[in-house]
């Protein structure tokens, strides 16, 4: 039966489409409000990992320049807060898969894309809400942005892009891993990723392999991006990476979209129903 048979005479099928992934959205939505103890320790844990750094490691740190280094350390983690959001899409994502939600879903008169973009539209309102949370805790302990409205926009806009991404790799991992127990290999291999950034210290103070890993991590593009648009202090660098960062934190994610976007919609397809 096709989309727009279901749809109903005088109804395209896109708007079929959107309603069966506002269906799905609605869905994510309620298990917010029927479990808040787990949402709220997820917008809870980042702002502890930023007081952590800010107040016991930052006294004994230092920014190029002289720059404050709560200043510099807010956006940075403005920046890994994003990319650590795609543990709990691949979470979500293979605890639909272990109980069977998804091939219900896959089995009923619904659109195909409707699962994964409601998955992606809750995912993107939760990640907008920490990082409303993270910029109420960085105003609180003395972080300020120094530039305009739109280039605050405009760093806002990077993150969530860089979240959009780590979206869509989150899903495709975790239609491969198909399980909530092989989740624990891939969060291993995140937490190495997300320090191994100019989120908290400069590349320059690292032994030269690792720096230039570091500053082509595209955590690190965005990070040094969005303190450019805040006017915050930054780590500076000569190299091509540090003097192009907010085309690398355009060109890091689109490109990563490029990649696990479709991959995720095809492993999505190939499903067993």
Same mark, same amino acid.
């Given at each position: 039966? #096709?989309?727009?048979?279901? &749809? ?12 069966? #992934?506002?269906?799905?959205? %609605? ?9 808040? !103890? ?6 809870? *844990?980042? !702002? ?5 750094? &800010?107040? *016991? ?19 940075? =983690? ?5 990319? *650590? ?9 293979? @605890? ?9 879903? %896959? ?14 539209? &809750? ?5 907008? +809400? ?18 305009? +409205? ?12 860089? %979240?959009?991404? =780590? +979206? ?15 989740? @624990?290999?891939? @969060? ?13 210290? #400069?590349?320059?103070? =690292? ?40 085309? =690398?934190?355009?060109?890091?994610? +689109? ?12 492993? *999505? ?5």
């Amino acid at each position: 039966m #096709s989309a727009d048979t279901l &749809a109903g005479p005088g109804r395209p099928s896109w708007t079929w489409a959107l309603a069966d #992934s506002w269906t799905m959205t %609605r869905r994510e939505l309620t298990h917010w409000a029927r479990q808040p !103890v787990q949402i709220v320790v997820g917008l809870v *844990f980042p !702002v502890m990992l930023l007081l952590m750094f &800010a107040y *016991f490691i930052g006294g004994g740190m230092t920014v190029a320049g002289g720059g404050d280094y709560t200043e510099f350390l807010v956006p940075g =983690m403005f920046a890994l807060t994003m990319a *650590f959001g795609l543990e709990g899409t691949m979470v979500a994502i293979t @605890q639909d898969l272990g109980k069977g939600v998804v091939d219900r879903f %896959r089995s009923m008169p619904m659109a195909p894309a409707a699962v994964l973009v409601g998955r992606s539209v &809750a995912d993107m309102l939760q990640s907008a +809400l920490g990082l409303l949370v993270m910029v109420g805790a960085g105003l609180a302990i003395g972080w300020r942005w120094h530039g305009g +409205l739109g280039e605050a926009l405009g760093a806002f806009g990077l993150l969530l892009l860089l %979240r959009f991404a =780590m +979206l869509w790799i989150g899903i495709h991992l975790g239609l491969v891993a198909g399980r909530t127990e092989l989740v @624990q290999a891939v @969060q291993i291999l995140i937490w190495p990723v997300g320090f191994l950034s100019n989120v908290f210290s #400069s590349p320059e103070d =690292m032994p030269g392999w690792l720096g230039a890993i570091a500053e082509w991590n595209p955590m690190s593009a965005t990070a040094t991006a969005v303190r450019e648009l805040f006017a915050n202090p930054g780590w500076g660098g000569d190299s091509w990476a540090a003097r192009h960062a907010l085309e =690398m934190a355009l060109a890091w994610p +689109l490109a990563l979209l490029a990649v696990f976007f479709p991959l995720a919609v095809r492993r *999505f397809r190939r499903l067993s129903r």
